[in-house]
């Protein structure tokens, strides 16, 4: 199983990004994909994540109105639209998916993770 970010980039202050999360090896339906963030030196936080099988979907806070998360089917793609970007948001993004025990807001609950792709804003 593979999950493959990509998207990230530099963008100024007001900008806006697309991350995309791309499964192989494992489908994303009917399952939980999230994207969360790390700051070096401080711990990864929840940021997204949908419950694919029916579209149901959860913000963190310092988000919403701003990030949308989508899912793409037939691609086997999780996105994040990012916009209006501050330069707080600047970290580096993790794709999830999988189902584990508890709850879907923790990093624990994800079976599968990509490797991460950096967001710069400045």
Request: glycine share 12%; hydrophobic share 40%.
């Amino acid at each position: 199983v593979q999950l493959v970010e990509s998207g990230g980039g530099l963008v100024q202050p007001g900008g806006s990004l697309r991350l995309s999360c791309q499964a192989s090896g494992w489908t994303l339906s009917d399952n939980y994909a999230a994207w969360f963030r790390q700051v070096s030196g401080k711990d990864r936080e929840a940021v997204a994540h949908i419950w694919t099988a029916y579209g149901v979907t959860y913000y963190a806070d310092f988000v919403k109105g701003r990030f949308t998360i989508s899912h793409d089917k037939v691609k086997n793609t999780v996105f994040l639209q990012m916009s209006s970007l501050k330069p707080e948001d600047s970290a580096m993004y993790y794709c999830a998916a999988g189902v584990g025990a508890g709850s879907p807001l923790r990093a624990s609950f994800y079976r599968f993770w990509g490797r991460g792709t950096q967001v710069t804003v400045s």
